[in-house]
């Protein structure tokens, strides 16, 4: 109810405008078309309120409603019923009669599609038929210059409004549209790349190194004994773990670099033109800084990282002969003995020294 409630609240601030200037300067082109006619001095007090009161109040009783949205839906009813009755007082004036009409269309059809719009147009058949017992039905072809000269403010203005609050809602769903891509490639909880986003980017990249036979070093990383810090800890802190290497890595990485969750406790980075030693003294320090990482609640809390590197070479077919050496060696560093950086043996390098948290 309150999402329902807020999408109606939004609803009824974009209808409001548009109302009040069609309202306004509709009830103003009114004036010279009733003034020749005799009609009684409510109608003047009528449209006095249709005009400049009405706009007010439909917006205070559909944001004060429980359901905005219903509330102002039938508030443009009320309006296509008061743009029939006005029809039929100036006794079917062609000008001013297809103005109300179609302002009336582009308000319903603008606000709830066709099937508003038929609705709307009901109720302006229900507006002309109460003006029709009231007054008569008559029909009067003639306009003076006064009377056109009267519509041109409505001709201009309602038209512009509707298109300003159409524009604004264009770069509204605009917005959304871009958040929601950034949402569905990224990981909700580090805010990196996610594992299908991050995929597609290296298989972007791989062919960006075929194409330009460039460099480029590819590194998965793993916590380690992750399992055992949930388990120990739980799993608030194994999540600000994996934030804080999200963080670490968001900090010692280029902005061209891509850095993901590949899945669990498992991060991937992708580094352009960066080579194997110029990764590897990056996961280096990487990890070093990692390794200082305390919880304030568990100060006992101690972390590290096992890394697997392996460097883009033209006798991978696709990106997942590179990326499969990139694991090999992530599961070497991990069997013998975890906390070090090693290298794929594609690259003809395999360094399982530990890592030293102290070296810089």
């Not at 549209?177 to 980017?201: V, Y």
């Not at 883009?312 to 070497?332: C, F, H, P, Q, T």
């Amino acid at each position: 109810m309150d999402n329902q409630r807020g999408k109606g609240l939004s609803f009824a601030r974009r209808i409001y405008t548009p109302r009040a200037i069609g309202s306004g300067f509709g009830g103003l082109a009114l004036i010279p078309f009733l003034y020749p006619l005799d009609i009684p001095i409510w109608t003047w007090a009528l449209l006095l309120v249709n005009a400049f009161i009405w706009p007010h109040l439909a917006y205070q009783l559909s944001t004060r409603s429980a359901y905005p949205y219903k509330a102002e839906r039938r508030n443009i009813l009320v309006d296509s019923l008061g743009g029939g009755f006005w029809a039929a007082s100036i006794q079917f004036n062609p000008l001013l009669t297809v103005i109300i009409i179609s302002m009336m269309m582009m308000h319903n059809v603008a606000a709830g599609g066709p099937k508003l719009l038929l609705r709307g147009a009901l109720a302006q058949v229900i507006g002309a038929l109460v003006s029709c017992l009231l007054f008569g039905a008559s029909f009067n072809a003639h306009t003076s210059n006064l009377q056109v000269y009267a519509c041109l403010p409505v001709l201009i203005l309602y038209p512009f409004s509707v298109g300003m609050v159409s524009y604004g809602l264009a770069i509204k769903l605009a917005e959304h549209k871009s958040t929601l891509r950034a949402l569905s490639r990224t990981d909700s909880l580090t805010g990196l790349l996610n594992h299908g986003s991050w995929k597609d980017l290296l298989q972007l990249k791989f062919q960006k190194c075929q194409q330009n036979q460039s460099t480029a070093t590819l590194a998965l990383i793993d916590i380690d004994h992750f399992k055992h810090i949930n388990d120990t800890f739980g799993h608030l802190v194994g999540d600000s773990v994996l934030c804080q290497l999200s963080t670490e890595l968001q900090q010692n990485l280029r902005i061209e670099d891509l850095a993901g969750r590949y899945g669990g406790d498992e991060f991937c980075v992708i580094l352009p033109n960066r080579s194997l030693s110029q990764a590897k003294e990056i996961m280096e320090r990487v990890s070093q800084v990692f390794c200082d990482f305390r919880h304030a609640a568990e100060p006992e809390l101690r972390v590290s990282l096992s890394v697997g590197l392996a460097s883009y070479r033209i006798e991978y077919e696709d990106a997942s002969a590179w990326l499969n050496e990139a694991d090999k060696a992530l599961y070497i560093a991990k069997k013998t003995g975890r906390n070090k950086i090693c290298t794929g043996a594609a690259d003809l390098l395999f360094d399982s020294a530990p890592i030293d948290p102290l070296s810089t």
